[in-house]
């Protein structure tokens, strides 16, 4: 396994083959086993682009040689930031097919966040569709050429640049050679973790347990051959790339549509065209479904199930899926370190309204405990902590931290809190880790407080979530201005956001509000009381009278 990744332990790992939960498959061979299965039918659509199961698998093949005939290797690090297009499912696999990990980043990472996740990963190529949604990627990887020493090569969608080290994704092609066997157990892929430390950390799926999710979920899903999957959030989602997704869709001979965003306007028109039976949404898509469904209806009869997960769904929400969008609601919580947790199409409405389901795997451990880590009984609220076959043990390269995260025993602390029904249904009450859920994206407070904290008149800072209707939470920041500042030199929201926004931090991570106070209220520890901070984020005539200063 890749230095810097935590294996399964060696009779857990042996345990999982043993129940044919790892088939030791790797997910390059598996595209061309699919590809064997269902040759002719369509794979992937984009727009009026149409790929066949075939065509995927040769392009991938080409690519793969391409990428070995640039240096590319097996072991490498490859941070891949592309928009829903096909050739982010292309680079994905040709990269699994070479033994070179990606690193899925979010498309609307800036210079902030590729930064850290070249430096962290010590990626040797950097992967960007050009010029998208107006900024210029290509400008960006190469400022990142000049300051990451690890990194060789760009490759973008758009046309060459004067700069040899800028390489269009179309040059990367070569006739097929043999490759050398890709090892199951190893890291095929790295997933970013939602945030609870300043900057997102690695998490490394292997072949083997990525595989057994995409099994595992297709079959709770009931994914046939005759289904088409429209991926309407970013494809370097968990949600959108496996839970089943985009994979889990390719493994059953599926066709998946990629959609441009998730907007009324875009996926509308590609369910009635497509004839789209599933997707998977955020509440606040799901809302803006609704809406839209008000304003204009379109024809959704394909769809049968919509997945809603990655933030809180409210259960008046959830209430009026099936009658108002006319499909089944399938409620899913679920982290891209692992744990999956749904709700089935046998269910009760009750529980598929206000649950969020069992684990998809009968070898899901999941414990809720109390503060000193003791297991709580059923109704009673407390952390949850899971392992289980496709789960991680270890975030890459990251050993202190790994140290808090994870248990001796080798459960992962999500950080979530929640109950489980006495029949074993999980209910997500809330959350420990300091993170606010901003329309499904996840964001750390650490992170923006550090980038707040950098301007000159703010003296501290303190980021906490506040409830919004519509987008499930909004960013909250209090800010204390140095005592030596004089009157009027206190940042309104604005130059704030102008300021975080030059230091390239993502467009999301922005606060939406500010308020300065005189100081923060403590815990009896001495720790800034963030819960004290939400309440007066909720309430804004709440007296802000708390005792320490700056
Ligand atoms: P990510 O790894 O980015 O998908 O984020 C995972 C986190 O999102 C979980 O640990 C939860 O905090 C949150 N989350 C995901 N699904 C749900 C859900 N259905 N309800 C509430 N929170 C959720």
């Known amino acids: 396994m890749l230095p810097g990744c935590t294996p399964w332990p060696a009779p857990i790992a042996a345990g999982y083959r043993r129940e044919g ?7 390059g061979d598996l595209l061309k086993t699919w590809a064997g299965e269902h040759g002719t039918r369509t794979a992937l659509v984009k727009g009026e682009l149409r790929l066949s199961y075939r065509d995927l698998d040769a392009r991938v093949d080409r690519m793969a040689a391409g990428f070995l005939s640039r240096g590319i290797g097996p072991g490498d690090r490859v941070v891949l930031q592309l928009p829903n297009v096909p050739e982010f499912v292309i680079v994905a696999f040709a990269l699994f097919r070479i033994g070179a990990k990606p690193v899925f980043s979010l498309a609307s990472h800036r210079a902030n966040e590729i930064r850290h996740l070249l430096e962290l990963s010590g990626a040797v190529a950097y992967v960007v569709p050009g010029t998208y949604r107006g900024f210029d990627h290509v400008a960006l990887a190469r400022d990142m050429l000049a300051e990451s020493p690890a990194l060789r090569l760009i490759f973008t969608l758009g046309a060459a640049g004067p700069d040899p080290a800028v390489v269009p994704l179309a040059e990367v092609d070569a006739e097929p050679a043999p490759l050398p066997p890709a090892d199951p157990s190893d890291v095929a892929f790295f997933l970013l973790s939602g945030g609870t430390t300043a900057l997102p950390k690695l998490i490394p799926r292997t072949h083997d347990d990525y595989a057994y999710q995409l099994r595992a979920v297709a079959e709770v899903c009931g994914l046939t051959a005759a289904d088409v999957y429209l991926a309407a959030l970013p494809v370097e989602f ?13 493994s059953t001979g599926g066709r998946v549509v990629l959609a441009d965003d998730p907007t009324p306007d875009d996926c509308f028109t590609a369910i009635e065209r497509e004839r789209v039976t599933f997707t998977s949404v955020v509440p606040t898509v799901a809302q803006l479904w609704l809406e839209a469904m008000e304003w204009g209806p379109a024809d959704l009869s394909s769809l049968r199930t919509i997945q809603i997960g990655g933030a809180r769904l409210q259960p008046e929400l959830a209430a009026r899926i099936e009658p108002e969008l006319g499909c089944r609601l399938q409620q899913v919580f679920g982290m891209a370190e692992g744990l999956l947790s749904m709700t089935r ?8 309204v206000h649950t969020q389901g069992r684990p998809i795997s009968p070898a899901d451990e999941v414990r809720i405990v109390d503060e000193n880590g003791d297991d709580v009984p059923a109704g009673v609220a407390g952390e949850l902590l899971t392992r289980g076959p496709y789960t991680l043990r270890g975030y890459y390269r990251a050993e202190e931290h790994n140290r808090r995260a994870f248990t001796g025993d ?4 999500t950080g979530d809190v929640a109950s489980l029904t006495p029949e074993g249904r999980l209910v997500i009450e809330g959350r420990l880790k300091d993170v606010i859920i901003r329309g499904g994206d ?11 904290l950098a301007h000159p008149h703010v003296a501290r800072a303190a980021v906490v979530p506040v409830p919004d209707d519509f987008l499930g939470e909004r960013i909250y920041a209090f800010l204390v201005a140095p005592e030596s500042g004089a009157a009027g030199e206190r940042p309104g929201l604005p130059e704030l956001k102008q300021a975080l926004h030059q230091r390239g931090l993502a467009e999301f991570k922005l606060p939406d509000r500010v ?6 209220p403590l815990t009896p520890l001495g720790k800034v009381d963030k819960k004290v901070l939400a309440a007066a984020a909720r309430d804004r005539s709440a007296p802000r009278d708390w005792a320490e200063k700056g």
């Open 21 to 27: 939960l790892w088939l030791g498959e790797s997910l």
């Open 515 to 520: 308020e300065y106070v005189a100081g923060f």
């Open 442 to 452: 996840k964001i750390s407070a650490g992170e923006v407080e550090g980038h707040l």
């Open 238 to 250: 968990n949600f959108t790339w496996g839970c089943p997704g985009v994979l889990g869709t390719l």
């Open 410 to 413: 080798g459960f992962y602390r």
């Open 345 to 352: 199409d046998d269910d009760d409405p009750q529980a598929v």
